[in-house]
């Protein structure tokens, strides 16, 4: 069982659970998440390969109990995922634990991770700023 305190050094995202297919990132182990993994269910997470080499050098993750912040609820690690490429190629990997939307409070800085055939800045439009923004 392993305690992860605020700014301890992990970056913590709370993400839907078409995140990794969208961003087209291979879960290595486990699964992804689904619609049940809510508020008021099991809290599960998903963290990268370096992530889970860090914290458990040569054992499996998948199964693992994390205390997240000042949680005192149990997070069971769900998924083993390649890290996502959030700052760029070449930005040195980070230790990164995601965590579902709907099990989390509503994030104060949200983002939006899109696929898309044109260049992504030229999708934007204020109508869907709001929209994205009225569903939070």
């Known amino acids: 069982i392993d ?64 205390y997240i912040d000042d949680d005192t609820d149990c997070t069971t690690v769900i998924g083993v995922a390649q890290a996502p490429l959030h700052h760029g190629a070449g930005t040195p990997e980070m230790l990164q634990l995601f965590l579902p939307h709907g099990q989390r409070e509503p994030s104060r800085t949200p983002m939006i991770a899109a696929r898309t055939l044109r260049f992504p800045c030229a999708m934007l439009s204020l109508p869907l700023i709001r929209a994205f923004a009225s569903s939070m």
Do not use: H
């Open 3 to 66: 305690s992860l305190p605020r700014g301890g050094g992990v970056m913590q995202y709370e993400v839907s659970e078409d995140y990794f297919k969208v961003l087209g990132t291979t879960l290595m182990a486990g699964r992804a998440f689904r619609s049940t993994d809510r508020a008021g269910a099991q809290k599960v997470a998903i963290v990268t390969l370096s992530s889970a080499d860090a914290f458990w050098p040569r054992e499996n993750a998948l199964g693992k109990c994390l």
